[in-house]
């Protein structure tokens, strides 16, 4: 890079003539924080991400209840009662028919419907996990956006900043020569007018730094500890990593999206459901063992039984019917978010792959069109400037720092794409910091 001592100047200008406050931090002496590290940070404290873990711990509750058909059940009974015998009774002086009895039952078969509910109950813990994998998905790729958010804050700071110290040495040269008389008031007026309008632009340029810091720490789970400096990533390869088909990428993202999976697997929990509640009135079969002490003795009462026994429904008003209605409603509905999931996935493919081919064709073609002329602009203004043909370098600093922030600005537009891509077909979204294997070489300047 050409060593420019008129950027010098005017980046010591920018600094003496109206600091910035800088930027709120956890601690100086930290570590720049990388994008990978960004997106490693464990979301466990996220409030996004702990619902869809609390959702999980819920569908495995409810597999357990399910499971616990299959387990025993124990119960003690016991009862205090005083009587007033009748005149047929044997024994005129019992007075009390105290008993305690122990039972143990265990369920043995329902001809497939605890089958069918247990099915049911595993595809829901599955789609829970899938969800859950969606929204960790969904969170870093909102960390991936908000960390290119504090790195164009950062330059978008920088160009206004350098445009500041400009029209501040414009504005106080002006100053002395109305003193001289070589200016009028009009003219200052008009001069102080374009100043006071870019130190506004940096005021809200250098608070959105702060901003842009602040989102991100909420995002990544640590608000406490707000990021002072960042590594802007190396994604140059992004240019020559060719995208794939759009067959190709609609297959895998219809088979492969998170989101859409869960969909799928609940699914499949609500069609099990169905089929267990139209199962609602099948019999049951159980075995139970009771032994009892009574303390008054008749005939009927035996102190050990032990038998297996059959629970066969006959009629149990419109419950069934509910059932089935709930579970049909379920399932319909679940199709019909399949149904739009699958359109927004179509929809979602085809937009990243066109705006993938957009910035890795025509965006940075721009780009390098911008960073031509800005440097050839700097070069000329920088030759008049030694030739004492202009009294400063005019705005062809600014528009340097403009064509990066541009170039930035196309870069992390096509890692988020690329990112985008790479979170419907079920990919790390770190993805975008490795190299494909098939990509060439970008094209040089």
Not at 84 to 97: F, I, L
Not at 244 to 255: N, Q, W
Not at 260 to 267: E, V
Not at 276 to 300: C, F, K, M
């Amino acid at each position: 890079m050409i060593f420019r001592p008129a950027k010098v100047i005017w980046a010591v200008v920018c600094l003496v003539v109206m600091s910035g406050r800088g930027v709120q931090a956890d601690d100086g002496a930290a570590s720049p924080l990388t994008l990978q590290a960004a997106l490693s940070v464990p979301l466990q404290q996220q409030y996004g991400v702990m619902g869809a873990e609390a959702d999980v711990l819920g569908a495995k509750a409810d597999q357990q209840e399910v499971q616990s058909w299959y387990d025993p059940t124990i119960s003690v009974e016991g009862r205090l009662r005083y009587i007033q015998p009748s005149n047929a009774a044997t024994d005129q002086n019992v007075k009390y028919d105290n008993a305690l009895g122990i039972s143990a039952r265990q369920r043995l078969y329902d001809f497939g419907r605890q089958s069918l509910r247990a099915d049911a109950a595993k595809s829901g813990v599955t789609g829970a996990q899938l969800q859950l994998f969606n929204v960790e998905q969904a969170q870093r790729l909102a960390i991936l956006k908000a960390f290119f958010g504090v790195l164009l804050a950062d330059q978008t700071y920088t160009v206004a900043n350098e445009r500041m110290a400009i029209v501040y040495v414009r504005f106080d040269k002006a100053k002395d020569r109305k003193e001289l008389g070589m200016a009028s008031d009009y003219d200052l007026a008009g001069l102080q007018r374009e100043y006071e309008d870019v130190l506004l632009a940096r005021a809200k340029a250098d608070a959105e730094r702060r901003i842009s810091r602040r989102k991100l720490a909420e995002l990544m789970g640590t608000p406490q500890q707000i990021p002072s400096k960042l590594v802007a990533p190396k994604l140059k390869a992004l240019f020559a990593r060719r995208p794939p088909g759009l067959d190709e990428a609609m297959k895998r993202a219809l088979a492969d999206d998170p989101g859409l999976q869960a969909l799928h697997a609940r699914y499949d929990a609500a069609e099990q459901s169905l089929r267990a509640a139209r199962d609602h009135n099948a019999p049951t079969i159980y075995a139970q063992v009771n032994g009892d002490y009574y303390q008054r003795e008749l005939g009927s009462r035996d102190p050990f039984r032990a038998g297996v026994y059959i629970d066969f429904p006959l009629y149990d008003g419109r419950l069934r019917d509910s059932k089935i209605g709930k579970a049909q409603a379920d399932r319909m509905r679940l199709a019909a978010q399949i149904a739009t999931r699958e359109a927004d996935m179509r929809d979602q493919v085809t937009n990243v792959l066109e705006m993938i081919d957009v910035y890795r064709k025509a965006a940075i073609s721009r780009v390098k069109a911008l960073e031509n002329y800005s440097d050839l602009n700097f070069t000329r203004k920088q030759t008049l400037y030694q030739m004492e043909k202009a009294t400063d370098l005019g705005d062809a600093m600014v528009e340097e720092s403009a064509a990066q922030l541009e170039r930035m600005r196309t870069t992390f537009a096509l890692a988020t794409y690329w990112a985008e891509l790479a979170s419907i077909q079920g990919q790390p979204i770190d993805s975008i910091l490795t190299s494909s294997p098939s990509a060439s070489a970008e094209p040089k300047k």
